[in-house]
């Protein structure tokens, strides 16, 4: 007796077209003879799709590319000579096609509208890496007190210095040319802030109307690091000869990486040596005759821009007064120190009793002194006043004799008279 196996199961690796009939169940099951000489249709071979194929599909629309090393970007880190990879190209959009030519359809000598500026302006992705922001300021000139008035209002959207993406912004003033030193002048340091408002005044003290013709202001922002070095953001450049005298000017202007040279005069003096003219500095002096105590008052009032003379870039100034011919220890008068300074302020008075008769024939020497502890003081500048003075010293000798009662305050510049024998030249 023979058993007939039945047949396998279909293959469930591909799929089945099933054959195409309008017959019923019934009538198939009722005629299999029928279904025995039908033509059936010959199954499809399976689709064979590897694993990467697989996960490929709408993943990479495009050719796999190769990954850089970082050393391509890092030419130093090669043993063997390389050249750099190429600069990064910007991407410029062309515009629609008109007429078969690109530019909108523009012809030649046609200006483009404003659109264009606007678009390149998109593009240039460097934009944001030389943007420094903006210092807003005022200056006014009051040349009757020979004072600049520099006031800093504020800084909108500087460079982030810091890790946490803000800085700590504070102004430096300097005059150019001229020893940063005694020209410096410095805002309070905000924190933590790209938009610093500071709204405060800095004054420049001995400004005369020669100097306005030939220096220039330079403001520096700058980010203050504790742990480190202050950090350079951005400055600008303002000429003094453009800024007319008692006028109040408005300045909002975008900082800028200016290289910064040091100054010839920025270098520092060793004590005791020869300082030129023009880098000795000037005094303030104020002289007043008083009719009723038959005295002579002698003010000083302030230095400005003094020589440096100690090796940390400052001095300690005094200023020694001396009116000849010699009266004796009253003839002889001295101010205080003034510790680490430049622009020392004294406001101190002192007091001759000589008559008027006699004024005239008296010569006032005042000079500026760096205190050096157990060693000679340094002399940095003097002048004379006097009958025998010319210039502004003569001028401002006179104006005290012509008016009595009245304090009469004349900046002068200090030059080598006074200095002791062994300071002066051959």
């Known amino acids: 007796m023979s058993v007939s196996k039945p047949p396998p199961p279909p293959s469930t690796s591909h799929l089945t077209i099933p054959p195409s009939s309008t017959s019923t169940p019934s009538s198939s099951a009722s005629s299999p003879s029928a279904t025995r000489h039908s033509t059936a249709l010959p199954p499809p071979s399976p689709v064979k799709i590897s694993m990467q194929e697989h996960f490929a599909i709408n993943v990479c629309p495009g050719p796999i590319l190769p990954i850089p090393q970082i050393s391509d970007f890092f030419p130093r880190f090669h043993d063997y000579p390389c050249t750099p990879p190429p600069p990064r190209e910007k991407k410029i959009l062309k515009?629609?096609?008109?007429?078969?030519?690109?530019?909108?359809?523009?012809?030649?000598?046609?200006?483009?509208?404003?659109?264009?500026?606007?678009?390149?302006?998109?593009?240039?992705?460097?934009?944001?890496?030389?943007?420094?922001?903006?210092?807003?300021?005022?200056?006014?000139?009051?040349?009757?007190?020979?004072?600049?008035?520099?006031?800093?209002?504020?800084?909108?959207?500087?460079?982030?210095?810091?890790?946490?993406?803000?800085?700590?912004?504070?102004v430096k003033l300097h005059l150019l040319p001229g020893a940063s030193k005694a020209n410096k002048l410095r805002t309070k340091t905000l924190k933590n802030t790209l938009n610093p408002v500071w709204s405060e005044t800095l004054v420049y003290h001995g400004i005369t109307a020669a100097d306005m013709t030939t220096k220039t202001l330079r403001l520096c922002v700058c980010d203050m690091d504790r742990l480190g070095r202050n950090e350079f953001i951005g400055e600008v450049r303002v000429a003094l000869k453009k800024l007319r005298e008692g006028e109040s000017k408005r300045y909002n202007m975008g900082l800028e990486r200016i290289t910064q040279n040091k100054e010839a005069n920025n270098q520092m003096v060793e004590p005791g040596a020869l300082v030129a003219e023009e880098e000795r500095g000037r005094i303030l002096v104020s002289l007043c005759y008083n009719t009723e105590k038959s005295c002579l008052l002698v003010g000083i009032i302030r230095c400005a821009h003094l020589a440096a003379m100690d090796s940390n870039g400052y001095s300690d100034p005094f200023v020694k007064i001396f009116l000849q011919p010699d009266m004796g220890k009253k003839s002889k008068n001295k101010t205080t120190v003034k510790k680490k300074t430049l622009n020392p302020e004294f406001n101190e008075e002192f007091s001759y009793d000589v008559p008027v008769d006699q004024l005239a024939k008296k010569t006032l020497e005042i000079s500026v002194w760096d205190y050096d502890l157990g060693m000679s003081n340094d002399f940095i500048g003097g002048v004379e006043l006097g009958i025998n003075a010319s210039g502004e010293r003569l001028k401002h000798w006179f104006e005290c004799l012509k008016n009595k009662g009245k304090k009469v305050e004349y900046w002068h510049t200090l030059t080598q008279q006074g200095a002791p024998p062994s300071d002066k030249p051959d």
């Open 95 to 170: 515009e629609e096609t008109f007429n078969g030519e690109t530019g909108g359809g523009y012809k030649d000598g046609e200006r483009r509208g404003d659109n264009d500026g606007d678009r390149e302006e998109m593009l240039d992705s460097d934009d944001e890496d030389t943007y420094l922001g903006t210092l807003e300021f005022n200056l006014l000139f009051d040349q009757e007190n020979n004072c600049l008035h520099c006031t800093i209002h504020k800084a909108k959207g500087l460079k982030a210095m810091d890790s946490n993406g803000l800085a700590d912004p504070y």
